[in-house]
């Protein structure tokens, strides 16, 4: 029998292999339905024969053998045999594959341009904006329906039926399996961005499971935003984006502590933030810039990230030059969760009256009934008024709301923490 961790560590290596099989097999069959099928048999036997065997060396390589020995399978029973099981011969000749897999062969830069095709497939103009980001956070980041319409703030049911009629409006169009030419590719760039920092905005605070993190989704999406940077290298926005996701990873080994609970950004140990993550993030702002992106919404939001990157000390942040670039931000994305982060900066700008007043006008958008960091920011501005039974009564709606295991833990603790203050002295 299979213990817990061995178990936990094969659903770890299959997750993170996922987009790079199925990116893969879309580049062989030209069919993204039918590779996500030939993926997931691929994911049934290695549920079966790992846990007996261990893990392959390469896992990847083991999961692609079988993926595609699933795919002659098929194409042997469909009408197109000889075509397609020549087309996956010649590819696998290609490839340096025999059929029997050899698991020390490299594969990952075939596999690495194979996502960014991938990519750019599943943000077709042909699917609603809605659909591409859904279907590529499904397919390239691993994501459960669950966690794309926490995201988004939509029902499970919705996102489900985006995924599958994407899929089948992609093979109905018959969507070819490439990196657009530069016309093409511009007016497909706004959604490649969205679903890049959407995906590293799972791994970076993840919305589900018992870990507040994901680093290796965070990973995953520098990558492929670094690739993208080479693509587009006069588009300003990709090189704000990466700006922003370089510098928020440049944050990931403070972010929690020992145990793995999460730490604030205020009560972090700045001495343990990548400098090199901070430096290349910098840099690719400053290219932004230069490429006359000043206004573009990543770069904004990267230059609020620079502006706490530049600051050794919590009490240097220059948060009044933050709260103009939430003001900018705020005019080029308007947004209740853009006003929530701008209460949070004026707060700690102009004192916590200050952005208390800000919160309690976004009570009424229905976008954030159920979002649980506006009773959590709204908690720490009550708290610091010393209005402790209030601030309790907020972080326990807080924890209730969240779906994540640590950080429902950490709103629990800080209701407790409010909670002792209201009783006795120590009050603010």
């Known amino acids: 029998m299979t213990d817990a961790r061995t178990q936990a560590a094969i659903e770890t290596v299959i997750r993170l292999e996922s987009a790079r099989l199925i990116a893969g097999l879309a580049h062989y069959t030209r069919d993204i339905g039918l590779a996500e099928d030939l993926a997931q048999d691929a994911v049934v036997a290695a549920l079966e024969q790992w846990p007996t065997d261990g893990l392959p060396r390469n896992p990847g390589a083991w999961l692609m053998t079988v993926a595609k020995r699933r795919a002659i ?45 991938l990519i750019f497939t599943t943000c077709h103009p042909v699917l609603s904006v809605p659909a591409r980001v859904a279907l590529t956070l499904r397919l390239l980041g691993g994501l459960t329906t669950a966690e794309i319409a926490r995201g ?46 959407l995906i590293f905005n799972e791994g970076y605070s993840a919305t589900t499971g018992d870990d507040w993190m994901r680093p290796a989704l965070c990973a995953e999406a520098v990558r492929l935003g670094r690739v993208l940077a080479q693509l587009a290298p006069t588009e300003p926005e990709v090189h704000g984006l990466v700006a ?34 901070i430096n290349r993030g910098l840099a690719a702002l400053d290219t932004a810039v230069s490429l006359g992106g000043g206004r573009g919404p990543y770069v904004l939001q990267a230059a609020i990230a620079a502006c706490h990157a530049r600051a050794f000390r919590p009490e240097e942040t220059d948060w009044q030059r933050i709260v103009t670039l939430y003001a900018m931000l705020a005019d080029v994305l308007p947004s209740p969760v853009v006003e929530l982060n701008r209460a ?56 209730a709301l969240t779906g994540n295991e640590r950080e429902r833990r950490l709103s629990a603790r800080r209701a407790s923490e409010a909670a002792a203050q209201s009783r006795g002295p120590g009050r603010d």
């Open 73 to 117: 399978d098929e194409f042997r029973r469909g009408a197109e045999l000889q075509k397609k099981y020549a087309q996956i011969g010649r590819a696998l000749a290609a490839a340096g594959e025999a059929v029997t897999p050899d698991f020390d062969r490299a594969f990952r830069d075939e596999i690495d341009d194979d996502l960014l095709r």
């Open 152 to 197: 988004y703030l939509v029902t499970e049911p919705t996102v489900a039926q985006r995924v599958v009629r994407a899929k089948k409006t992609l093979a109905q169009a018959r969507v070819p399996f490439e990196v657009p030419g530069p016309r093409e590719r511009a007016a497909r760039l706004a959604s490649v961005l969205e679903v890049i920092y």
């Open 244 to 277: 922003l996701l370089e510098i928020q990873a440049s944050r990931i080994p403070a972010r929690t502590d020992a145990a793995g609970e999460p730490v604030l950004l205020l009560d972090q140990d700045r001495a343990r933030w990548d400098r090199l993550l």
């Open 344 to 399: 949070v900066a004026v707060a700690m700008a102009y004192g916590p009256q200050a952005g208390l007043d800000v919160v309690d006008q976004l009570a009424v958008e229905p976008a954030l009934r159920r979002y649980h960091l506006l009773p959590s920011v709204r908690g720490d501005l009550l708290r610091k008024l010393g209005r402790h039974a209030e601030a309790q009564t907020e972080f326990e709606r807080a924890a």
